[in-house]
């Protein structure tokens, strides 16, 4: 079992920078990939981006490449997600997730944390 806690959400205004980080706990995280998904008020779930295991291999949702950044630090058992030149359309509630598929991990799921941009 992984249990996973987001932190680090809030309000920022557009241009801003957040960074999001998610807290595994269980023997076999390093055995998982690690990714985020984001839902917005009335939208689907949506991917944004996931790390493998080695977090070596990342993958990004068009929408946001190039200005979310994701990495993880086994030892910490923490995957970090850098977000940058935030957008009013990036408000949304952030999930983090682990599991074994790739490029969308979703076999645990956090309680996600609020991100709001402000235009």
């Known amino acids: 079992q992984v249990q996973l806690v987001e932190s680090g959400g809030g309000l920022v205004q557009a241009g801003g920078s957040l960074r999001l980080s998610c807290a595994a706990s269980?023997?076999?995280?390093?055995?998982?990939?690690m990714g985020w998904f984001r839902q917005a008020p009335g939208q689907e779930r949506e991917f944004v981006a996931a790390i493998d295991w080695r977090g070596i291999g990342t993958a990004y949702a068009d929408v946001v490449k190039g200005r979310i950044t994701l990495s993880r630090d086994s030892a910490r058992n923490t995957v970090y997600l850098q977000m940058d030149t935030l957008r009013a359309e990036d408000t949304a509630i952030y999930f983090c997730?682990?599991?074994?598929?790739?490029?969308?991990?979703?076999?645990?799921w956090g309680q996600g944390t609020q991100v709001t941009v402000s235009s």
């Open positions: 269980g023997r076999t995280f390093s055995r998982y990939a």
């Open positions: 997730t682990a599991g074994r598929t790739w490029p969308q991990p979703v076999d645990y």
